[in-house]
């Protein structure tokens, strides 16, 4: 069976994480930047005053003008994610995180280590711990799983059997596939609101007529896409940071301070000489909050000019003042160099290339997660409908 644990509203409890005294009054994140003015994540008695998340900023305060707004906290997140992450893992669950707040796993590893499915899922409520609310569901497939998940309490578990997959899944909203707005809403209008009603439309119909996004959650909604779970390999705990005795907000002065946490990683002893393949640098803001970005390098290096080129330009966008600036080492490498040739190798000019390319491969794989680079297979070149002549299949070698 494959469990997906589902955490609503993960960005605000980790905010929230340590301050019980605001849990009971009617809080939201503040809308991002590049959010169209839209709230985040609120509590629960915000949503008792009618206040939803993804609703404009100045409708969420005219319905709850004693709403109050929560900065942002990226690097808190972050933090409070990988304890999470960790805590699962450390009574033998290994997880695939999807986002913050949504991870899968496979539970028959685990299962005649706690002698059966229903206590598997408890001990993983019970490692999270009730602060978060868990939302686990355990199902045949991956966004059955997810479905169980979104409709199941707060600290519960729902398990659908796999002979029952279809019937659970058919009176669902649209809202738990994933699908643009644009697409979902046309359906509405031609009548199409339950994941039942979209299953029994023809798989060419909902790909030459409703387009591409239509035709992947119907895939999704039949259980026609192969579902499998990896679980992450070990995160890496190397980390520096520097804390200001006041406010900077120099940028040649946080550059600097960069160029010192780079060399003191490049030094860390639990490094070993390998390279680093991806990377992350955090700040801790004056007026509350963070600030947090991460970088993916084009090939694994221990290059100071490589590292700094990669981060350095991104001090930039820092929004305010600087209380502490840290930097993390997320994936390293496996290797610890890199063999050049002297000559052209006997399999021929192609070797360098598909070095190259399988590099490439590590370095987007590493960005995106597991699942993301995939091949095209054909299985029927003689189809009319074009999504049918061929498959994506995972590539994860």
């Known amino acids: 069976m494959i469990a997906c644990l589902l955490i609503p509203g993960f960005e605000l409890r980790a905010v929230l994480a340590g301050r019980d005294e605001l849990l009971n009054r009617p809080l939201a994140l503040e809308p991002l930047p590049v959010s169209d003015n839209v ?26 003008p004693r709403l109050c707004l929560l900065e942002p906290d990226p690097a808190r997140i972050e933090v409070e994610w990988e304890h999470l992450l960790r805590r699962l893992e450390d009574v033998g669950i290994a997880v695939e995180p999807e986002e913050p707040g949504c991870l899968y796993f496979e539970t028959r590893h685990v299962e005649r280590l706690y002698r059966g499915l229903e206590q598997v899922l408890e001990r993983a409520i019970l490692a999270v711990g009730p602060f978060w609310e868990p939302r686990l569901g355990a199902a045949a497939r991956r966004f059955a799983a997810l479905a169980a998940a979104g409709v199941a309490r707060g600290g519960q578990a729902l398990i659908v059997p796999e ?68 679980g992450r390999s070990p995160a890496c705990e190397i980390a520096e940071s520097i804390a ?33 393949r991806s990377l992350a640098l955090s700040a801790r803001l004056a007026g509350g909050g963070s600030w947090r970005r991460k970088a993916t390098l084009r090939q694994p290096s221990a290059e100071r000019g490589r590292i700094s080129a990669a981060l350095s330009s991104k001090l930039a966008e820092i929004p305010s003042p600087v209380l502490e600036l840290g930097l993390e080492l997320e994936t390293l490498a496996e290797e610890t160099g890199e063999q050049l040739q002297l000559a052209a190798a006997g399999h021929g000019p192609g070797g360098e290339l598909a070095a190259k390319l399988a590099q490439g491969l590590k ?14 297979v054909e299985v029927a070149p003689w ?8 498959l994506l299949v995972p590539r994860d070698e």
Do not use: H, Y
Not at 208 to 214: A, D, M, N, S, T
Not at 363 to 376: A, E, M
């Open 39 to 64: 709230i985040g994540p609120v509590t629960a008695k915000a949503a008792e005053a009618g206040v939803r998340p993804g609703m404009r900023l100045g409708e969420a305060l005219s319905v709850c």
């Open 163 to 230: 002979e029952q997959t279809d019937e659970f899944l058919a009176p669902l909203p649209l809202e738990l596939l994933p699908m643009p707005a644009p697409e979902r809403q046309r359906l509405q209008e031609l009548g199409v609101r339950t994941i039942g009603q979209l299953t029994v439309i023809p798989g060419g119909a909902a790909g030459e007529r409703l387009g591409k996004e239509v035709r992947r959650a119907w895939e999704l909604a039949r259980g026609e896409r192969a579902s499998r779970v990896l």
């Open 244 to 276: 200001f005795p006041e406010a900077v907000a120099n940028e040649l002065t946080l550059r600097r301070t960069f160029s010192v946490l780079v060399e003191r990683l490049l030094a860390r002893p639990e490094r070993g000489g390998r390279f680093i």
């Open 363 to 376: 370095q987007v794989r590493t960005s995106t997660g597991s699942g993301s680079v995939c091949s095209v």
């Open 383 to 390: 189809s009319r409908i074009p999504e049918a002549r061929a």
